[in-house]
């Protein structure tokens, strides 16, 4: 039903600047029945801040709510906004498949107004495997650079789901081969799927039969795409990694790689935040039923087109678990092909393209998004020729520097915001992506660092927030993984690196793991020779004020060599929310030029060993920037950095 001024709005093509009632007015007519007041009331009442939601009011009740149609991310939409909020809310226009009469364009210019596919309710739907299924086909008929995967060596354990009425274990003695299906999603408590985790207790009976009922809803979703998509087989890593064996445990994790990239496709549960929850029955509209409304009116022959209007949030909560979770970033980069469970749609990715269920545009080569693509950021060695490089000015033969830069970008925008609920994981859960760059970068891993590239690797500082320093010892100071947060990488045209003698002389660098050197960090140093300064803090050290629990952004001590405040040199800033300590010894120790980084003297509490601090041994604390004339003052000398 429609109230009387939403059946007087024009077809949507010339909708501009139309104005509704106040948001109390509106509210009231959808209470009445209007479906489109709806949309538009959920629509505005999305952006309110939260106290005006709370309130059911808005900032300004007597402003007048706005609408029209705009194009955005390639698709078409409804804006909706009010002149006393600085957001907008937007409504989707999906075309009506029921809408015979189509207009014709005798300009024969692009459609300004590109409309998506209509969704069904339900991920369950015919459609949605349907689209999975011919989008996984065209890829594996039509993308040289996406390898088939289905006839390889399957891992050590994997679950059968298609053989017998439930599913079982297979353990593989290495010859055994066919292809399958790996699940990425978000475990949540322990509680939930540690009565069926792989233990040496279960595998006899895992090795007869797996009670599909007794498995976490999530699990059984994974085991009804991979059964529906014709898959024999699905790996899902808390029961083909046996929980209680380390040995085994840190074998696999070796191998995580190959798991992933040989996989036939991955399924990601982006919704749920708990393997309980599943993935599959979600409504995909609970946000309000869609309104079918005219789209355009030839005034010649009168013929109208129709689309189909609903309303998708901006606070996308729901999918938060796949974008914070430390190990969904490589299992999201080195499949070969993604299927990806959003709460509205599925997207399937793979490394040549990205393609939508609702048929929205998409730029395949987007630098900011996340999909199997990325693998060959990485591994430009083995990137076809028809997926063009991702930064065109460093020469296609330089694969090294390509896989370099990508390794900074990607650590800054899609792995360091990521949480682990396991300290060590920092590390552990980038491994398989890290031996994947190590084959191309070379040199020696340090750390989540390259040898080959340490005194870039050194120049990262906080990016936004500051850093929490993790509570147990996981890495040396100068490494970003001994912090949880944002941090970034700056590139060498910040500062002016070309000049003789401000770049330090890498003299030695080691790190020591327990297993795999791409894992979890006990022990690392540097020893460099560099210019170093001694200086002093004059002002306050570092206020870090909160505001609702979250850190706020860096801010900056004077620092100076000796003097009054007016002789300050450069500004420091502390890396965590802890500061720059007052009652140690500070140093700077130059990077670049006009770049370096704030040290403390150990006290020998700063390794997982606790050796006792020499003189010459210092932590990382902060890093400085050079302001004036820079820094006269200095000493070359040598330098340990744990």
């Not at 939403?6 to 509106?26: H, M, N, Q």
């Not at 445990?249 to 790689?257: F, I, N, P, S």
Request: glycine share 6%; net charge neutral.
């Amino acid at each position: 039903m429609l109230c009387s001024l939403c059946k007087d709005l024009p077809p949507l093509r010339e909708l501009s600047d139309f104005e509704y009632p106040t948001i109390p007015a509106l509210r009231r007519s959808a209470s009445a029945g209007c479906e489109f007041c709806s949309l538009v009331s959920a629509a505005i009442s999305d952006i309110l801040p939260p106290e005006s939601r709370a309130l059911g009011l808005s900032t300004d009740v007597r402003t007048p709510v706005k609408i029209s149609l705009c194009h955005k991310d390639a698709s078409t939409f409804i804006k909706v906004w009010q002149w006393s909020t600085s957001n907008c809310g937007y409504l989707e226009v999906c075309s009506d498949p029921s809408s015979t009469d189509t207009i014709k364009d005798s300009t024969q210019t692009p459609n300004p107004y590109p409309s998506k596919r209509p969704l069904p309710d339900s991920h369950q739907s015919d459609s949605t495997f349907e689209f999975i299924q011919a989008t996984i086909q065209n890829c594996q008929a039509t993308h040289s650079g996406c390898p088939r995967n289905d006839d390889v060596v399957l891992p050590t354990f994997i679950v059968d789901v298609q053989t017998a009425q439930e599913p079982f274990l297979v353990q593989n003695d290495g010859t055994q081969r066919g292809s399958y299906i790996a699940l990425s999603y978000c475990w949540g408590p322990a509680s939930v799927q540690e009565l069926t985790w792989l233990t040496k207790a279960r595998l006899p009976s895992y090795l007869k039969c797996i009670s599909l009922a007794s498995l976490p809803q999530t699990l059984q979703d994974a085991v009804s795409v991979t059964h529906r998509l014709g898959i024999q087989y699905l790996w899902i890593d808390s029961m083909c990694i046996p929980q209680d064996d380390e040995e085994i445990r840190q074998q696999q994790l070796r191998v995580m790689a190959d798991i992933y990239t040989q996989s036939f496709a991955t399924i990601q549960a982006s919704i749920p935040h708990s393997a309980s929850d599943g993935f599959l029955a979600l409504s995909r509209n609970p946000y309000g039923v869609p309104v079918r409304l005219p789209f355009e009116r030839d005034l010649v022959s009168g013929h109208t087109s129709f689309a189909i209007v609903r309303f998708v949030p901006v606070r996308k909560g729901d999918e938060a678990s796949a974008d914070q979770r430390a190990w969904i970033f490589q299992e999201t980069v080195l499949p070969v092909r993604v299927v990806r469970y959003c709460a509205t749609l599925v997207v399937v990715s793979c490394r040549h393209e990205i393609c939508t269920e609702d048929g929205c545009e998409y730029d395949n080569f987007n630098r900011f998004s996340l999909s199997p693509r990325a693998y060959y950021h990485i591994r430009p060695d083995l990137r076809p020729d028809s997926i063009p490089p991702e930064f065109p000015r460093i020469p296609s033969t330089n694969h090294q520097k390509q896989a370099l830069e990508s390794w900074y970008r990607n650590l800054q925008m899609f792995y360091s915001p990521r949480v682990t609920s396991v300290s060590d994981d920092r590390l552990v859960a980038l491994s398989a992506y890290a031996r994947e760059a190590h084959s191309v970068i070379g040199g020696n891993y340090l750390a989540g660092n390259w040898s080959v590239d340490l005194r870039k690797g050194l120049r990262w500082q906080p990016w936004g927030a500051l850093l929490q320093r993790a509570v147990t010892y996981r890495a040396p100071s100068w490494s970003w993984a001994a912090y949880d947060g944002n941090v970034c990488h700056l590139y060498s045209k910040t500062d002016d690196d070309g000049q003789d003698g401000w770049m330090p002389t890498i003299v030695d660098a080691w790190t020591k793991t327990d297993t795999s050197p791409y894992g979890a960090c006990r022990a690392g140093k540097i020893v460099m020779k560099t210019r170093v300064f001694r200086f002093s803090i004059t002002g306050d050290l570092l206020n870090n004020k909160t505001y609702a629990g979250q850190s706020t952004a860096l801010e900056s001590d004077v620092v100076q060599l000796q003097g009054n405040k007016e002789s300050a040199i450069c500004y420091a800033y502390s890396d965590t929310t802890a500061g720059i300590p007052k009652d140690k010894v500070l140093c700077g120790a130059f990077i670049s030029h006009k770049w370096g980084l704030v040290l403390a003297k150990s006290d020998g509490s700063d390794t997982a060993d606790h050796s006792e601090g020499r003189e010459d041994e210092f932590i990382r604390v902060g890093h400085f920037r050079t302001i004036r004339g820079g820094i006269q003052n200095y000493q070359q000398k040598k330098i340990v950095l744990i």
